[in-house]
């Protein structure tokens, strides 16, 4: 062996490495790669996350007609493989230091080292959990209302949740309902005084105390609720077009504890730049503290950030 080559053994090594296929990571893949850094973008489950499993997003800059939120998602991976992204699809289970780069372990036992690394892991939005809400995804139950509520003008949806998300949505879609109800499992809310005052004072908002959502019901799209009265145990049938449900997400930041301090909720604190306090860390999208949680945000956050790590990586290591 000569100086001038390098050892053979230990993990392979990359420039960019990205956690996550939402419009965050597909995004970032698009900028990186098309900077000429290599890079490998990780899935483990449907390329698109949440935007996968809604059937029209409105309000993507460019679409004036809408467009499918799983074709908006592949067409952001067949546009970033156009540039050289390498996607796998596996999920990542642990990230370390190695040095001054990060080490990237998979599922399968596969080992990558990068120069930098973009969390784009999304958020899970938490679930009911009941009969006929997984099934109705899409249509009808959603976790999304600035997305999907212009599809019922002029009909009656239900929202669960008692938090400022919960009402705050619930208020943005008496612009396109005929009336709303907001389900809450307490006799009071959670959310901030203002909004409160907002919701209770809405003509088209009416609270149900005291109850909870048992199941969804519908042949194809939601067409009614089976509500249970938490106090009385009785059960009654409510007639819907939709059921919002906002009691909260998870962030899949799972991979950031003990690399980069969280906040209460499990969203990491990052810069302008999308740095996480670790150099050659970032996280965006769902991940980070003070998300708006919408697409377009989300890809704006997935440019920064690879705007960013190529700089990051032309400022150590090249």
Not at 75 to 94: D, I, K
Not at 143 to 155: G, H, I
Not at 275 to 303: M, N, Y
């Amino acid at each position: 062996m000569t100086e001038r080559e390098e050892p053979a053994a230990g993990p392979e090594a990359i420039d960019i490495a990205i956690i996550g296929g939402g419009p965050m990571g597909l995004t970032a893949g698009i900028y990186a790669a098309r900077a000429r850094r290599r890079v490998v973008l990780w899935e483990g489950g449907v390329l698109g996350g949440q935007i996968a499993t809604t059937s029209i997003v409105e309000n993507y800059p460019g679409f004036p007609e809408g467009v499918d939120g799983f074709e908006l998602a592949q067409s952001m991976h067949r546009q970033a493989e156009r540039f050289g992204l390498e996607t796998r699809y596996e999920r990542v289970t642990a990230l370390e230091r190695d040095g001054r780069q990060w080490l990237i372990t998979t599922e399968s036992g596969e080992r990558r080292r990068a120069k930098a690394v973009i969390v784009s892991a999304g958020a899970e939005p938490n679930k009911l959990g009941i009969p006929g809400e997984r099934e109705l995804t899409g249509k009808g139950v959603s976790y999304c209302a600035t997305c999907d509520a212009a599809f019922f003008k002029d009909e009656v949806v239900a929202f669960v949740g008692g938090g400022d998300a919960a009402l705050d949505e619930a208020l943005f879609t008496t612009r396109f309902a005929s009336k709303v109800y907001v389900i809450h499992r307490r006799d009071a809310l959670r959310a901030s005084k203002v909004l409160q005052e907002r919701a209770l004072e809405h003509e088209r908002i009416e609270f149900v105390w005291s109850t909870v959502v048992e199941e969804v019901r519908g042949e194809g799209r939601v067409q009614s609720l089976l509500l249970r009265d938490v106090h009385r145990g009785e059960t009654r049938e409510l007639e819907a077009a939709a059921l919002f449900i906002f009691i909260g997400q998870t962030p899949n930041s799972g991979l950031l504890e003990g690399l980069v301090a969280l906040d209460a909720g499990g969203h990491a604190p990052v810069n302008h730049w999308m740095e996480t306090s670790q150099p050659g860390l970032f996280a965006g999208g769902d991940v980070r503290a003070d998300s708006s949680k919408q697409v377009v945000s989300s890809a704006g956050d997935g440019a920064t950030a690879a705007i960013r790590a190529d700089q990051y990586i032309g400022e150590h290591f090249d």
